[in-house]
């Protein structure tokens, strides 16, 4: 599969964004799909993932409440919906395959897309 972000940019805190990740290939939707990040300077760290066919979710603290994942299996595409953003979740965002239908461990990246968050 491969995997391709889109929709990052420069947004106010308090803002929000919607990303995208289109997935070729036909294993989409056998597969949880998440999103990770990464700002400057810091590792890598998960955001959330989405259980192969939508009904469930997960994800990390720092982001619950404030960010959604949704997908469309019909289209394979993932989306993360970002809201009340805040400075520290600026950072280079990369959609991820999970190695199952339902699992936190991704086992491949696509290239990321930037998020750029102004105080």
């Known amino acids: 599969v491969q995997l391709q972000a889109s929709g990052g940019g420069l947004v106010q805190a308090g803002g929000s964004l919607r990303l995208s990740c289109a997935a070729s290939g036909r294993t989409f939707s056998s597969y949880a799909m998440g999103w990770s990040r990464q700002a400057p300077g810091k590792e890598r760290e998960f955001v959330g993932v989405?259980?192969?066919?939508?009904?469930?979710?997960y994800y990390a603290d720092s982001v619950k409440g404030r960010f959604t994942i949704s997908r469309d299996n019909a289209k394979n595409i993932v989306y993360l919906q970002m809201n009340s953003l805040k400075p520290e979740d600026a950072g280079l965002y990369y959609c991820a395959k999970s190695d199952s239908s339902w699992s936190s461990s991704f086992d491949y990246w696509g290239q990321g897309t930037q998020v750029t968050v102004s105080s």
């Open positions: 989405i259980k192969r066919n939508g009904g469930s979710t």
